[in-house]
């Protein structure tokens, strides 16, 4: 657990280790990660005292606490464009190729674990830092680097072949065309395993997420977002469809779709609902469209691909059967992609801006052998920052095999061009953007 606090006096940051058999050995290695941060003078927050509860069940570290300071993580996410932080990331990267040089590996590299101040980038938890005698190779500096700019996005390979220069410059390397190659190799493979590990997260406790699990209710939902009207609403679904800031945006048989204020937070609650009891028989055995959504939510927004973030899930169970289930996601304000070319019918260089942010949007999700499956033109939303945001994933498959995955994109592109037959100035820009993939 880490926790701000005060200690003599002092604004702090604690970290308790309370792991019933291995808090001592977890405490000792981030010890062990920051002295060798501070060895090789490399920045970090200072280490004011490290101890135990007097029963030995804890053991604690006490760090000085950096203000006027925000995390790379916050950062990114903040950002409208990756031009708005490149020359962020620039620094990052020349900061761990000065670690790679020092002999000293962040086996954890993400982006939370660099806090920026205006003048200073400080280097957090020491618990997965291995320090080498001499600097890492180019095979392994190369992999590491791998694993930082796999948390850059999917579609971001061009600002990878930058970042990779970028580091290659500062370590005097001499680049070929293969390099780059390998690289975004390692940076597929490292997206492979950061998923694997993060689909893990998403259906457990942990510090993102917590599950709820009785013999009525089954699901999960994102701490940030709790709340005591939030929690009401998680024992009691149907509450939402009833509360008074809802506002209803679709009924139908299948569905039930409101946009409701919960916790000082708009949120859109969908309901899926069972038409017949045919139709219950059949759900029963099967995953929830809730589940599946809130689960292929969670893989776009791993991978920066604009989704409206997922809130929540939950599953009416009776004697472990599935029943109605529903989804929560954030509210995302803005027009749908038809009627922002219909208002900007006239401006070509907005329409062709748009035409090329929503292709990337569309090849990017293929990128992860995934079909959205229903590209109603109301299902891409343009948000105040005039960037496309997919939203309803019931109808989004993963796709096992590239043969698949094909021709399942056909489908989907031919789908989504029909909702162009009365515009077709629009129709031949999107043809010929999405030709080029």
Same mark, same amino acid.
């Given at each position: ?22 808090? +001592? ?34 053991? $604690? ?18 950002? +409208? ?207 929830? +469209? ?86 109603? $033109? ?12 997919? $939203? ?46």
């Amino acid at each position: 657990m880490v926790a701000f606090g005060v200690w003599q006096g002092k604004q702090v940051v604690a970290k308790l280790f309370y792991d019933n058999k291995n808090a +001592r050995r977890h405490m000792e290695k981030d010890i062990a990660g920051i002295q060798s941060l501070q060895k090789n003078k490399i920045p970090t927050p200072e280490l004011l005292y490290e101890g135990a509860t007097a029963d030995k069940r804890v053991y $604690i570290l006490i760090f000085e606490r950096i203000f006027d300071s925000r995390n790379l993580e916050d950062l990114w996410r903040e950002k +409208r464009c990756m031009d708005d932080v490149l020359s962020i990331l620039k620094s990052v990267v020349i900061e761990i190729a000065t670690q790679h040089v020092l002999g000293l590996m962040q086996h954890d590299l993400h982006l939370k674990n660099f806090l920026l101040t205006d003048k200073t980038i400080y280097t957090l938890d020491g618990a997965q830092i291995e320090s080498f005698p001499n600097m890492l190779s180019k095979s392994v500096s190369m992999n590491n680097l791998a694993l930082f700019l796999s948390q850059l996005g999917i579609d971001a390979e061009g600002y990878h072949e930058i970042l990779f220069r970028h580091y290659a410059d500062a370590r005097g390397w001499s680049l070929k065309p293969e390099d780059t190659v390998d690289l975004l190799l390692m940076i597929r493979k490292w997206n492979d395993h950061r998923w694997g590990k993060f689909i893990k997260k998403i259906f457990r406790n942990c510090t993102d997420f917590v599950r709820i699990r009785n013999w009525q209710w089954y699901g999960m939902y994102n701490r940030a977002y709790e709340s005591p009207e939030f929690l009401d609403f998680m024992a009691n679904p149907d509450s939402a469809f009833s509360h008074p800031s809802a506002h209803l945006l679709k009924a139908g048989r299948s569905s039930t779709v409101v946009k409701v204020t919960l916790g000082q937070r708009d949120l859109v609650v969908k309901r899926y609902n069972m038409k017949n009891g045919w139709h219950r028989l059949r759900r029963c055995l099967r995953s929830t +469209r809730a589940l599946s959504s809130w689960r292929l939510a969670q893989k776009l927004c791993l991978f920066d691909i604009p989704t409206a973030r997922p809130v929540a899930f939950i599953e009416k169970r009776v004697l472990g059967l599935r029943g109605k289930s529903y989804y929560v996601t954030e509210y995302v304000s803005g027009e749908h992609a038809g009627d922002f070319f219909k208002h900007n019918n006239m401006m070509e260089d907005t329409i062709m801006d748009m035409v090329k942010r929503i292709s990337l949007l569309l090849k990017s999700v293929a990128k992860l052998e995934i079909t959205h499956g229903d590209l109603k $033109i109301t299902n891409i939303l343009i948000d105040a920052h005039k960037q496309p945001v997919l $939203i309803d994933l019931d109808g989004a498959a993963e796709h096992l095999s590239l043969t698949g995955l094909r021709k399942a994109w056909r489908k989907e592109i031919e789908r989504f061009l029909d909702n162009f037959r009365s515009n077709p100035n629009v129709k031949r820009k999107f043809e010929a953007e999405l030709a080029k993939w």
